[in-house]
């Protein structure tokens, strides 16, 4: 459904402190080995530890891994050492100012990041997922800061995909919760996004 709407990369959520959308590890493994060319494969994982992050991509074969959650010191290195061909995708949770720093202190350790609204400060961490925005001030700070593709996610919806696509200028928009209805994504709510995408790219 997602693929046929025209997203071009998919979001495989492995299991999250909270959250929608997480789906068993053999069943990302299922959806990554049959998604057509040249869509991405995304694994978001909330391991920490670079040996739990490396075996739970490989449990699932995608060619991508989103840390949800900051990683162990040195992770990334490991990672790309353990998986040459694998892209890293860093999600930075944009609370406060000082994320830019956070960005650019690791930029030359990953291939992208993500933006996201998340709090993983709380009892029961906030990872993704949780429909909110965030200050695209911050996030558009951050896309001038670094050298890497940035994609922006965080309460985004048909009705303010454009004035996020302008304000911030990403790489790419991510969306999760705005595109689902009682749980699963939704057609009509996915056809109006993509609408809304391409009325903001002309």
Same mark, same amino acid.
Not at 6 to 13: D, E, K, Q
Not at 164 to 169: C, S
């Given at each position: 459904?997602?693929? &046929?709407?025209?997203?071009?990369?998919?979001?495989?959520? @492995? $299991?999250m402190p909270?959250?929608?959308?997480?789906?068993?590890? *053999?069943?990302?493994?299922?959806?990554?080995a049959?998604?057509?060319?040249?869509?991405?494969? +995304?694994?978001? *994982?909330?391991?920490?530890?670079?040996?739990?992050?490396?075996d739970?991509?490989? =449990?699932? @074969? *995608?060619?991508?891994?989103?840390?949800?959650?900051?990683?162990?010191? @040195?992770?990334?290195?490991?990672? =790309?050492? %353990?998986?040459?061909?694998?892209?890293?995708?860093?999600?930075?949770?944009?609370?406060?100012?000082?994320?830019?720093?956070?960005?650019?202190? &690791?930029?030359?350790?990953?291939? %992208? +990041? /993500?933006?996201? &609204?998340?709090?993983?400060?709380?009892?029961?961490?906030?990872l993704?997922? *949780?429909g909110?925005?965030?200050?695209? #001030?911050?996030?558009?700070?951050?896309?001038?800061?670094? =050298?890497?593709?940035? !994609? /922006?996610?965080g309460g985004?919806?048909?009705?303010?995909?454009?004035e996020?696509? #302008?304000?911030? =200028?990403p !790489? @790419?928009?991510?969306?999760? $919760? &705005?595109?689902? $209805?009682?749980?699963?994504?939704?057609?009509?709510? /996915?056809?109006? !996004? !993509?609408? #809304?995408?391409?009325?903001?790219?002309?």
């Open positions: 459904m997602a693929v &046929s709407a025209g997203a071009s990369a998919l979001g495989l959520v @492995g $299991s909270s959250g929608p959308g997480v789906i068993e590890d *053999t069943l990302i493994a299922e959806i990554a049959a998604v057509p060319p040249p869509v991405a494969t +995304f694994l978001l *994982t909330s391991e920490t530890r670079a040996k739990a992050i490396v739970h991509v490989r =449990r699932c @074969g *995608t060619n991508t891994v989103q840390l949800v959650d900051r990683v162990e010191e @040195g992770a990334h290195a490991a990672i =790309r050492c %353990a998986l040459p061909h694998l892209k890293i995708v860093q999600v930075l949770h944009v609370a406060h100012a000082g994320v830019v720093d956070e960005a650019r202190a &690791s930029a030359d350790a990953v291939d %992208a +990041f /993500l933006l996201d &609204s998340g709090n993983p400060n709380l009892a029961v961490k906030e993704g997922g *949780t909110r925005v965030h200050d695209w #001030a911050l996030s558009r700070r951050i896309v001038e800061a670094v =050298r890497r593709p940035v !994609f /922006l996610a985004l919806r048909a009705d303010n995909v454009a996020a696509i #302008a304000r911030v =200028r !790489f @790419g928009v991510d969306l999760c $919760s &705005s595109v689902r $209805s009682e749980g699963r994504l939704d057609t009509d709510k /996915l056809a109006a !996004f !993509f609408a #809304a995408i391409d009325h903001a790219s002309a």
